[in-house]
Each structure stands twice: as structure tokens, then as C-alpha cells.
């Protein structure tokens, strides 16, 4: 690498930096089939909880060009270079860079698990902790008459302004040993109904006779493309075929809306998740590792 890089910290309120600060994460997601910046990083983001950055070029044929992008905060790390400067070290210039000024053990995602992540992830002494999956099916046809969960259980859509909290307690119980899906507040959960795809309708949350909510199965549907956004029971209803009944009346809810395909994530050790995703005809498309860093790592 014949150029230096200069580190700074875009305006992403000014429509010109936030332009350019996103089309190094298109320019990667159209290379890599994968984009380097998740929907909890954009949210993080737009709410001003981590700090985006840029690495610029002096010198070399790369002159004032922005060849990487990146996000920091929170103890998480994304990092994606511009396909057009890969293989000439801005990789491991910008990470080195970065990790002068990262106190603390550090995560960062690799999506799509992209070899020269891996490479990079080694040097600078990241060890992968998690794998997540993601997996993709055709949604069949919906029936006339879809079954539904056993009595005295139904089936019926979120209602917003008195559901949330409810939702939220629920969502903790069910995934009490996730590191994000679990801590989800309030707040996220309001930042995810303000998006423009968010439909309440897509909701499908099962209650109890007395109405309390028992499980649900939040799809997202965005430009055609279907995913089974988060699906959960309640733990004491583990075993009981509850999470299928989800399953089903999700599928038939996309076909309604037309949607011929659905993806969804899952970690890679959640066997029961597993077992059920694919008996339901799910297989693999992506893989997303995550790598860690440890406090104090000499490299």
C-alpha cells in the first residue's frame, strides 16, 4: 500500500457525507451478497448510540478517496472496504488504526463469513465466538383453512400503544441467554414499529383464554423479499408444538401477501430452532461469524 489513510468521523446529517459513508456498504453488500452494516447497526446509528467512520487515502492512486467505512461503539465493531481498494491493505491499516482506540474487549461481525474477515480476524487476535445461520425456504400456497395453535390458545395480530410491554417481558423470558435479541427495551422495540416496513398485522402473536401473550411470530415483509423477523414461546410452553403452529400461520400469513420465499437467522448451536426450521424444509444459505477480542491482547 503506497497511500496513507486519515480516520475521521463523517457528518452523517449532511446528505453528501452520509451518501458517501453508505455507498461503501452498498459498493460491499453488492460485492459480497452481504451487507457489512446489520439493521441494529443502521438503528444504533440513527439514534447516535455508536460513531460511524470513514478512512480517506493521501496519496497513491487512491488519492481523497473514501476506501472503507466503518462503526464503533458499544463495544462492537463493522468494518467493510470499497471492493474497488481490496487487496492493497487498507483492510488491516484502517483495523489497526481503529483498534489504537478501542478500549475493551471488542466483538465484530463478519457477514456472510467472508475469508479475508477471517484472515484479518486472526491477525489482529479476534477468536470466532458465534456463527449465525441464515436459512431460506419457498412458502407454499396458503390453505383455505390454516390450522391453528391447540385450544383454549388463538392466534391474533400485535395491537401498538398495548402490547409493547408485554411483548417486551415476553421477549426477554424467550430469549434469556441471547446477548441481543434478549435485551431488547422499549425503546428498541419502538425503533423497529417506526420503520416504513413494520406492520402490525405481521405480528402474529399467540395468547392464552384469559388473553396473555404466550408467543409470537413477527414477519417482515420489505420490497417482496419475506423473513421470519424473531419467533418465540414461552419456555414453560416449550415442547408442545406451539413454535410449529408459529411457524405454519406465519407461512400462510406471507403467501396471503404474496411473498414466494422467506429467509430467517438463527444461531448455529440452537438445535430445537434447527430441528424445527428445517423439518419445515429450511436449508442454509448464509453464515455469519462473529469474532472477539479480549482486553489487553499483545500482538
Known sequence: MTASLRLSVPDLDD?????????????GMEEDGADAFNEQTRLDLAAGRRSPVVATASGGAAEGRVVAAAVLGRGELDLVVDPLF??????????????????????????????????????????PVRRLLRLTAPVPDAPSTPAGPPSPYSLSSLRPG???????????????GHPEQGSLTLDDLHDRMAEPWFDAEDVLVLRDAEGRMAGFDWL???????EIY???????????????ALLLAGMSRLAERGVSRVDLYVEGDNDAALGLYRSAGFVDRTVDVQYRREVGLQM
Do not use: I, Q
Open 220 to 226: 417482515k415483509v420489505e420490497e417482496g423479499a419475506g
Open 162 to 176: 398495548t402490547d409493547e410491554e408485554e411483548w417486551v417481558r415476553l421477549n426477554a423470558r424467550v430469549f434469556a
Open 230 to 244: 424473531v419467533l418465540g414461546v414461552d419456555p414453560e410452553l416449550a415442547g408442545r408444538g406451539f413454535g410449529r
Open 86 to 127: 481490496r487487496g492493497l491493505g487498507f483492510g488491516e491499516a484502517v483495523l489497526d488504526g481503529l483498534l489504537a482506540t478501542a478500549a475493551g474487549p471488542l466483538t465484530a461481525w463478519a457477514h456472510g463469513g467472508h475469508p479475508a474477515a477471517a484472515r484479518l480476524a486472526e491477525r489482529f487476535g479476534f477468536e
Open 15 to 27: 446528505p453528501a457525507e452520509r451518501a458517501v459513508f453508505f455507498d461503501v456498504a452498498a459498493s
